[in-house]
Structure formats: structure tokens, C-alpha cells
């Protein structure tokens, strides 16, 4: 190797790794010892549907009106779209389609029922997702939820909603809650 006088002789760099070869290098290293620290992806952040609206007083009324079957009506804005959310008797509407009805049992209680194609409609919103969890959410006597959201779709129990509309139909009874909070009188 020839330099010019006074100049130090280039120092040889180490061949690099080609991205194939580094490819195959953690995969190896992934068989044999597993992902390192570094390499791990980060868990999956946890939604908690339904939360905006739970804590929110428009919602709080409109919960109460549709327990006592008035009408009450408020507009959320989602990805700069302007979305209608009302209530009128015995139904909850999201953008001018029902979502969630009742049917009374008896004086003291309702059923609540979904309509399934409706919230197959929506399930692209953020907005309607959370809706639809707030309301199950919100009648606690209803118990543990079965409906979610996951992968971009709604689920009932172990399957998606949408495959259950060919079986069952687009009604989903959620189930029954008390329509009156006070006492009930013995006949003693």
C-alpha cells in the first residue's frame, strides 16, 4: 500500500453485515435464545371503551331520559364529523338510526335489546364504539358486558356480531333492567 509522506496508512474497515445476513442472524438467535429485552414489541395499549362518555354529563342525561323515556339529544364530534347521539321514548339513536331499544316486561322492568346491523354499520366510528359499550356500561345491573370490541369489529361472546345476524337475526336482547329505583311496597 502506498501513501504520501506524512499521512497515516488508511485504517481498513470491518465488512458490515448486509441486511440479509443480519435477517438471518436474528432469526437464528430468535430460535435458539428468543427475543432480548430490546427486541420485544411493547404490549398492545388497552382501550378503555366506553370511558369519554361514562363521566360525561350529556351522556348522564341522556341515560336518565331514556330511562324515564323522554327525549333528550346531543351532537359529538369524531375525526372532524359531526355525529347526532338522541334519545326519544324508548330508544337510543345514533345519527337518526336505532341502536338500542327497550321493551317493558312489566311496570318495574325493561329489556334492552341491540340492533345488531345498525352497530355493524357504525363499528367504523370511534364515537359508536364507545357509545355502545357506555350504555351496557351503564345499567350495572345488567352485569359483565359480553359485547367488544376487537380487530376493528364487534364481538358477542366468543363470536362476531355479523355472523350471528344469519342465525339469530339483527335483534340482540342485552337483557332486562329495573325501570323504577324506589322501594318496592310488601303485601304483607
Not at 382501550?47 to 331514556?66: E, N, R, T, V, W
Not at 359508536?128 to 359483565?144: D, K, M, T
Amino acid at each position: 500500500m502506498t501513501t504520501a509522506p506524512g499521512k497515516a496508512p488508511k485504517k481498513e474497515k470491518p465488512k458490515r453485515q448486509t441486511p440479509e445476513e443480519r435477517q438471518e442472524a436474528l432469526r437464528y438467535n430468535h430460535i435458539m435464545y428468543g427475543p432480548t429485552a430490546g427486541e420485544m414489541r411493547p404490549a398492545a395499549k388497552k382501550i378503555d371503551f366506553g370511558a369519554p362518555y361514562l363521566a360525561h354529563p350529556k351522556f348522564q342525561s341522556l341515560m336518565a331520559a331514556f330511562k324515564k323515556g323522554a327525549a333528550f339529544e346531543f351532537n359529538v364530534t369524531d375525526k372532524g364529523k359531526s355525529h347526532v347521539i338522541s334519545t326519544d321514548e324508548a330508544q337510543i339513536r345514533f345519527n337518526g338510526k336505532v341502536i338500542y331499544y327497550s321493551h317493558s316486561l312489566n311496570r318495574y322492568e325493561s329489556d334492552l335489546l341491540l340492533d345488531r346491523s345498525a352497530a355493524l354499520q357504525f363499528q367504523g366510528i370511534d364515537a359508536f364504539v364507545h357509545l355502545a359499550i357506555a350504555v351496557l356500561r351503564s345499567f350495572p345491573e345488567l352485569g359483565a358486558s359480553q359485547l367488544s370490541f376487537r380487530f376493528g369489529e364487534f364481538w358477542y361472546g366468543m363470536e362476531k356480531m355479523e355472523t350471528a345476524i344469519a342465525g339469530q337475526g339483527p335483534n340482540l336482547r342485552i337483557g332486562s333492567y329495573r325501570v323504577h329505583e324506589g322501594k318496592e311496597k310488601s303485601k304483607a
